[in-house]
Each structure stands twice: as C-alpha cells, then as structure tokens.
C-alpha cells in the first residue's frame, strides 16, 4: 500500500522513510516509530492502518535500512543503543512532522517499545507536535522529563512486561500528573509488544485491538 520516500531534516540532510496515505485529501498527518528491530514489515503494516484509518502515515527509517531479525535480540540491543536518540528524534523525527504538516496538517507521532520512548522525547522536543500515543516505552528522565511534556500523550503498556515495567510506568504516570500534563495510561495484562502480530509469543489481539482503538479515537479528537 505504501512506498518509500525521502524527506530532508531540519539539518539538511536526506531521510528515508515510508509513507502510506490516507484515502481523503487533507488528512492529518501520523508519524509511526519503529520497534528496536528496525522498520519491519509489522511497522509498515501499522503505517498502512493508520493510513486506512484516515491518517497520511510516515514511518521514518532510523536504522538507516538495517532490519534485525526477531530472534537476534543482541543485535537488536547492539543497533537500539547505537542509535544516537537526540538526534533520530530532534533531525530525523521532526523532519518526518515537517513533512506531514507541509500543507497545514496536524501531526501526531506514536512509536512501539523504543519508539514508545522516542515518541515522549518528541512530545517534549518537536514543536509541531499536537498530540502523541506511546506502546510500552519510556525514555530516561535525562532524555526527555515529564515536565517538558508539551503535548497531550496517551500511553499504552503491559503488566508483564520486564523492560517498560508496571513499576516504571506508575513513576512515569505520577510525574505527568504531578507536572499537570494532559496524559492518559492504559495497562493490559500482557507481554511487552503485544501489538506485534509477527511475534506470536507476546502477540495479544484482544489487548492490540483495544490499545488500537483508543489510540484511533485519541488522534481523531486531537488531530481531526
């Protein structure tokens, strides 16, 4: 459904990414951020629902083409912590949102496991953010402070999950609220990555469906 585009960042340089439109012209516009395998084919596939659900959806390309198999989490690990965050988010991410909003449209931006992290330090550091959805991921405080926090967020996470963990999420949640953002969390009792249909240990249909749902609902309120 989609295809592969380039878009310049705010530096200058060239990104790559690939973008999924929606049906009607004038949509808003949702940048989608990869799990730490890379941009994979079940990224693609949620870029393209976001598009059938009446968003222009853009995935950026932050491992620059390389694609982790699911059963190298070394690898994984090796390519996530590699990645220099401030600028994939600040360079590469923002310029994902010029590029959506070139014709005046608002921008939401969501992201899985690290993207869930990437999108909070969006939230805090791209200007022409209106509204963010992260799954299970949260970045450090030196990253990105509740506080800083500009932007409603609404966050979906997993009871049994060891990384983004229950414990986590409450710290988070109190921060926000504590900072008087406008923030919502969800927890479903499943593994972490439950919306990733290719990985059937953790894939959980029930809790991504309604994770789905409420994130759908949650654009259209904030973006149109």
Same mark, same amino acid.
């Given at each position: ?13 060239? !990104?790559?990414?690939?973008? +999924? ?52 989490? =070394?690898?994984?690990?090796? %390519? ?5 965050f401030m600028d994939a988010t600040t360079q590469?991410?923002?310029?994902? *949102? ?14 899985f496991c690290m993207g869930g992290a990437v999108?909070?330090?969006? !939230? ?9 959805? +992260? /799954? ?5 405080? %030196? ?10 967020? %609404?966050?979906?996470?997993?009871? &049994? ?10 710290? /988070? =949640?109190? +921060?926000? &609220? ?7 969390? /969800?927890?479903?009792? *499943? ?5 990733? =249909? ?9 809790? *991504? =469906?309604?994770?789905?749902?409420? *994130?759908?609902?949650? /654009? ?5």
């Amino acid at each position: 459904m989609g295809t592969t585009i380039s878009f310049k960042r705010p530096d200058g340089k060239d !990104a790559t990414g690939y973008l +999924a439109n929606a049906a009607r012209g004038n949509a808003p516009g949702v940048i989608v951020i990869q799990e730490w395998w890379g941009l994979s084919e079940n990224i693609k596939a949620l870029t393209d629902r976001f598009a059938l659900a009446g968003f222009d959806a853009l995935a950026p390309d932050l491992y620059k083409g390389v694609v982790v198999p699911y059963h190298d989490a =070394e690898e994984a690990n090796r %390519q996530m912590t590699s990645l220099d965050f401030m600028d994939a988010t600040t360079q590469t991410v923002r310029g994902a *949102a010029a590029y959506l909003a070139r014709n005046g449209a608002k921008v939401g931006l969501t992201g899985f496991c690290m993207g869930g992290a990437v999108t909070i330090i969006g !939230a805090a550091k791209i200007p022409e953010l209106t509204a963010g959805v +992260a /799954f299970y991921g949260i970045p450090p405080e %030196q990253a990105a402070k509740p506080a800083d926090v500009k932007i409603p967020l %609404q966050g979906h996470f997993a009871n &049994k999950d060891d990384w983004c963990t229950p414990a986590a999420v409450d710290a /988070f =949640e109190a +921060a926000m &609220k504590a900072a008087g953002k406008d923030f919502e969390a /969800f927890r479903y009792d *499943a593994d972490h990555a439950f919306v990733n =249909e290719q990985r059937a240990a953790v894939h959980d249909r029930e809790a *991504a =469906e309604l994770a789905w749902g409420r *994130a759908i609902d949650f /654009f259209k309120k904030h973006l149109g």
